[in-house]
């Protein structure tokens, strides 16, 4: 049985947890490089949660520079086992206005100045995520939501861009004719990194305003988009404390398959593995590499 560690990756706006008990932050490092800030950990009613601020405390960290391998290695290394990820994002469908929620289920990747793996040369693998979200986990935050009278929309595709900047609106119009529901730019390569570090893995995209496809788009503010902001901060701390709770059982191995994603991923042969690689993957492939 797996004793539920809960690692939090919260998103802009978001850069601590309120509510947790016997809490302190503390620096891990990586051979992978240095994670976006120190992590905070601490229990919620008896569940052990680690808490990472995406951006660190701040906003220091644009999505293009973030080191995402760092950050989900440091929080397997923190004994993390299941994550839920908090993320600011635009709206691509009128039906999802600023302040909506949504348990995302699918992602588009279309970043391309990350790294997107652990492995590489040395070391290949390949692992599954046709279904990139655990669902499991995205049924636990469902139910909490409904629990504290927070109306979220279950099921979603989130178009990943690289960023800094944002949309076109010819690539707004793209993505909406693509059938996808919001747009950001941080939750990859994070959930695929987190399938191959065979970590849980679920998003809740907060809805700040209409990307630049909504013909109100131009006259939205920053004080506008701050406030909703803020909003979604607050709401998102209350899911987060209403889902904890309900992931803390112990529990067997995911249904879905997410803590055995390894299984059969790396082709490699081991003669021919490089040794320094090999090292770097001490956690994150602990469980099949011994």
Request: hydrophobic fraction near 40%.
């Amino acid at each position: 049985m797996v004793q539920p560690v809960i690692g939090i990756i919260g998103g802009s706006g978001i850069y601590d947890i309120e509510g947790l008990e016997n809490k302190a932050w503390r620096h891990v490092s990586t051979p992978w490089g240095e994670p976006s800030d120190q992590l905070l950990e601490g229990t919620l009613g008896g569940t052990r949660c680690v808490f990472l601020p995406r951006h660190g405390r701040g906003h220091p960290l644009s999505p293009s520079r973030l080191n995402y391998r760092a950050n989900i290695d440091a929080m397997k290394r923190a004994g993390v086992t299941e994550i839920i990820s908090l993320s600011a994002v635009g709206s691509l469908r009128e039906d999802l206005p600023p302040g909506s929620f949504v348990i995302v289920d699918q992602f588009i990747d279309r970043s391309f100045a990350r790294e997107k793996s652990f492995f590489g040369d040395g070391c290949v693998a390949h692992v599954s995520v046709a279904h990139p979200v655990c669902p499991r986990l995205g049924d636990a935050l469902q139910a909490a939501a409904g629990r504290i009278g927070l109306k979220v929309t279950r099921g979603g595709t989130y178009l990943v861009m690289e960023g800094p900047q944002f949309s076109t609106k010819a690539e707004s119009e793209l993505y909406r004719a693509w059938g996808c529901s919001v747009i950001g730019m941080t939750n990859m390569p994070e959930a695929k990194l987190a399938r191959e570090a065979e970590l849980c893995y679920a998003t809740v995209a907060m809805v700040t305003d209409f990307d630049c496809w909504h013909p109100d788009h131009d006259h939205v503010t920053v004080e506008q988009v701050v406030k909703v902001l803020t909003g979604n901060a607050d709401r998102a701390r209350a899911l987060v404390r209403e889902v904890i709770p309900a992931l803390s059982a112990p529990r067997g191995p995911c249904p879905a398959g997410c803590d055995r994603a390894l299984d059969h991923a790396i082709i490699t042969a081991p003669e021919k593995r490089n040794p320094a690689l090999m090292a770097k993957l001490d956690v994150v492939a602990a469980r099949v590499l011994g």
